[in-house]
């Protein structure tokens, strides 16, 4: 592995995405830190260090490398985005022209990024004022004043600022995809998670469980990791045949080929909808009466992440969104027809509708158990976590650890299948 990373370091091409890749993280992180003009940095760190983060806003704090709640330039961190593009996706099934943009290649592609890009900007301006707003009344940090100056232009100064920093990383995710080791949103996902791990280790080690604790804890991630990099590599690989075709005196096809299909193909989006979703009653209960009853039966079965009700709901969103978003990413009929069409057929199954039957048969069992390990993955760190009476607003939850194992088994293949072009060994042997 060691060596691996001196090879990589001695190509010129590669040391240069490398180091123009780390160029572009530490661009990130220094901006994760740098408030928005009008934000008082002494009342921010004052409010951090008095009051625990708000549970309704961890996985957007978690995403912005703490940003969040510092209210710095980067506080939207790269969830715009990411919402930006699961809205586009689940449009391909609603907006026929969004399908038939996907189906025309490169250009339909591009056309759908743009899109993409507008909406971002467009439900960046709406998190900003969104997240300005909780801050001026107190929702944000409670009993804290993290803007002075209450003048309206002030609070348009940070709205503008805040969504201009979203342009920034949108653009900074993108130079590493294109200039970099790719992956680039991922990426950045990837560094603000890893970011808030240290100072989330030493709280565990210095107050919040003790030494013993603390260790319990890392055992506890690193056997979750190493089941969720387990079943991440596992794949069915369904065979597929393509026909010999004459044309002129060339033989054309023969070839003998696999469909690989993930155990858990909708990826961490199924988590992540499944904690939007939870956290939808808690905003509206903030904006209500805090003295309903209501209200205190939300905070009390919902929004507590170590409730019963919570952790059903929880399981059950996950499921239902495996099904759903497996089903729109993968069509059987229109990968039996493309099949179809240039000659492939599955040994032992008929061309066509028994071959989308076939396919529709496997992807349902796959599913069941990826939606199941999926589950176990998102619920193991928490249910660990609530019986050892440590903080669940610690990044070990299922979330994070999910898109640190991806993120990171992508960026070692890509690096790997760079090597492999100059040197007869990649970075793993």
């Given at each position: 592995?060691?060596?691996?990373?001196?090879?990589?370091?001695?190509?010129?091409?590669?040391?240069?995405?490398?180091?123009?890749?780390?160029?572009?993280?530490?661009?990130?992180?220094?901006?994760?830190?740098?408030?928005?003009?009008?934000?008082?940095?002494?009342?921010?760190?004052?409010?951090?260090?008095?009051?625990?983060?708000?549970?309704?806003?961890?996985?957007?704090?978690?995403?912005?490398?703490?940003?969040?709640?510092?209210?710095?330039?980067?506080?939207?961190?790269?969830?715009?985005?990411?919402?930006?593009?699961?809205?586009?996706?689940?449009?391909?099934?609603?907006?026929?022209?969004?399908?038939?943009?996907?189906?025309?290649?490169?250009?339909?592609?591009?056309?759908?990024?743009?899109?993409?890009?507008?909406?971002?900007?467009?439900?960046?301006?709406?998190?900003?004022?969104?997240?300005?707003?909780?801050?001026?009344?107190?929702?944000?940090?409670?009993?804290?004043?993290?803007?002075?100056?209450?003048?309206?232009?002030?609070?348009?100064?940070?709205?503008?600022?805040?969504?201009?920093?979203?342009?920034?990383?949108?653009?900074?995710?993108?130079?590493?995809?294109?200039?970099?080791?790719?992956?680039?949103?991922?990426?950045?996902?990837?560094?603000?998670?890893?970011?808030?791990?240290?100072?989330?280790?030493?709280?565990?080690?210095?107050?919040?469980?003790?030494?013993?604790?603390?260790?319990?804890?890392?055992?506890?991630?690193?056997?979750?990791?190493?089941?969720?990099?387990?079943?991440?590599?596992?794949?069915?690989?369904?065979?597929?045949?393509?026909?010999?075709?004459?044309?002129?005196?060339?033989?054309?096809?023969?070839?003998?080929?696999?469909?690989?299909?993930?155990?858990?193909?909708?990826?961490?989006?199924?988590?992540?909808?499944?904690?939007?979703?939870?956290?939808?009653?808690?905003?509206?209960?903030?904006?209500?009466?805090?003295?309903?009853?209501?209200?205190?039966?939300?905070?009390?079965?919902?929004?507590?992440?170590?409730?019963?009700?919570?952790?059903?709901?929880?399981?059950?969103?996950?499921?239902?969104?495996?099904?759903?978003?497996?089903?729109?990413?993968?069509?059987?009929?229109?990968?039996?027809?493309?099949?179809?069409?240039?000659?492939?057929?599955?040994?032992?199954?008929?061309?066509?509708?028994?071959?989308?039957d076939y396919l529709n048969f496997v992807i349902t069992r796959i599913t069941?158990?990826?939606?199941?390990?999926?589950?176990?993955?998102?619920?193991?760190?928490?249910?660990?976590?609530?019986?050892?009476?440590?903080?669940?607003?610690?990044?070990?939850?299922?979330?994070?650890?999910?898109?640190?194992?991806?993120?990171?088994?992508?960026?070692?293949?890509?690096?790997?299948?760079?090597?492999?072009?100059?040197?007869?060994?990649?970075?793993?042997?």
């Open positions: 592995m060691l060596s691996g990373f001196a090879r990589a370091f001695r190509t010129p091409d590669l040391r240069r995405k490398l180091l123009f890749t780390i160029g572009i993280i530490v661009l990130y992180r220094i901006g994760s830190h740098v408030p928005a003009p009008g934000v008082s940095y002494k009342n921010i760190q004052a409010c951090l260090a008095n009051n625990e983060s708000n549970d309704l806003l961890g996985i957007v704090n978690l995403f912005s490398g703490g940003a969040l709640l510092q209210l710095s330039i980067l506080a939207l961190g790269i969830m715009p985005y990411i919402t930006a593009s699961i809205i586009i996706q689940l449009l391909r099934v609603v907006i026929p022209h969004f399908e038939a943009l996907h189906k025309e290649g490169q250009t339909g592609t591009a056309k759908l990024t743009q899109y993409t890009r507008y909406l971002t900007i467009g439900l960046g301006l709406l998190q900003a004022t969104t997240y300005v707003t909780m801050a001026r009344t107190g929702q944000l940090l409670p009993n804290c004043d993290p803007i002075p100056n209450d003048s309206i232009m002030t609070s348009v100064l940070i709205i503008l600022t805040m969504t201009a920093g979203t342009g920034l990383i949108m653009w900074l995710g993108e130079q590493i995809t294109e200039r970099g080791i790719g992956n680039g949103m991922s990426m950045l996902i990837f560094i603000s998670i890893i970011a808030s791990f240290p100072g989330a280790l030493w709280s565990i080690a210095k107050g919040n469980g003790g030494l013993g604790k603390f260790v319990v804890v890392v055992l506890v991630a690193l056997l979750v990791i190493a089941l969720v990099v387990f079943v991440e590599q596992s794949q069915r690989r369904i065979p597929v045949q393509y026909a010999k075709r004459m044309v002129g005196r060339r033989v054309y096809g023969g070839s003998t080929t696999y469909i690989p299909i993930k155990i858990n193909m909708a990826g961490v989006i199924p988590v992540i909808f499944a904690s939007s979703l939870l956290s939808v009653p808690m905003l509206i209960a903030q904006f209500a009466n805090i003295d309903a009853g209501w209200v205190r039966w939300v905070q009390v079965h919902i929004a507590d992440p170590s409730a019963p009700l919570h952790l059903v709901l929880y399981v059950l969103l996950i499921l239902f969104f495996c099904f759903f978003y497996t089903a729109i990413t993968f069509n059987p009929d229109e990968v039996a027809d493309n099949m179809k069409k240039y000659g492939g057929f599955i040994p032992g199954i008929r061309a066509g509708r028994p071959t989308a069941s158990a990826g939606s199941i390990y999926l589950a176990l993955v998102a619920l193991i760190p928490t249910v660990a976590f609530i019986a050892m009476g440590v903080s669940t607003n610690i990044p070990f939850g299922g979330t994070s650890i999910l898109i640190i194992v991806g993120v990171g088994l992508e960026t070692v293949k890509q690096i790997d299948s760079q090597l492999q072009q100059r040197h007869y060994e990649g970075l793993l042997k």
